[in-house]
């Protein structure tokens, strides 16, 4: 499958490959505001981190409805979406939690993140398929 394909289609590879590429992508954005904001604007560390969190939170809501999803964002998609992100995040922990005793700490959220990233896709997906978080007249985008 070539590329374009990829970024595209409407196969669930493709769908998959977007959402990986939505998610690395938050997650740079993530972290370059979060350097910004440390070092260039000289927010303590914790403070930075919820700011650039949620910067990226939204950033991610709305490139996954587009980009990933091909749908419209509402409220309810929003809700659901922070809902699968909130499971996501207690899962994570949980499961750096346990792998921290067996890989140890540097390398303990990489099986976190391979066991939670396809169960987040999930829901996120239903986050933006399911009729409960469509909206009245919503059709998808094309």
């Known amino acids: 499958m070539d590329l374009r394909k990829l970024i595209t289609g409407r196969s669930r590879l493709a769908e998959i490959f977007r959402f990986g590429l939505v998610g690395v992508t938050a997650t740079i954005i993530q972290y370059g505001l979060y350097v910004v904001f440390v070092n260039a604007v000289k927010v303590p560390a914790v403070p930075s981190t919820l700011i650039s969190y949620a910067i990226s939170f939204v950033f991610n809501f709305f490139l996954s409805s587009y980009f990933t999803f091909h749908s419209r964002p509402n409220a309810k998609k929003g809700f659901g979406f922070t809902l699968s992100h909130l499971f996501n995040m207690g899962l994570q922990t949980g499961l750096v ?10 390398l303990a959220l990489l099986p976190a993140i391979a066991i939670s990233f396809p169960i987040n896709y999930i829901l996120v997906r239903f986050a933006f398929t399911a009729k409960i978080f469509k909206g009245r007249r919503e059709t998808d985008i094309s």
């Open 97 to 106: 939690a346990i792998f921290k005793g067996i890989v140890g700490p540097t």
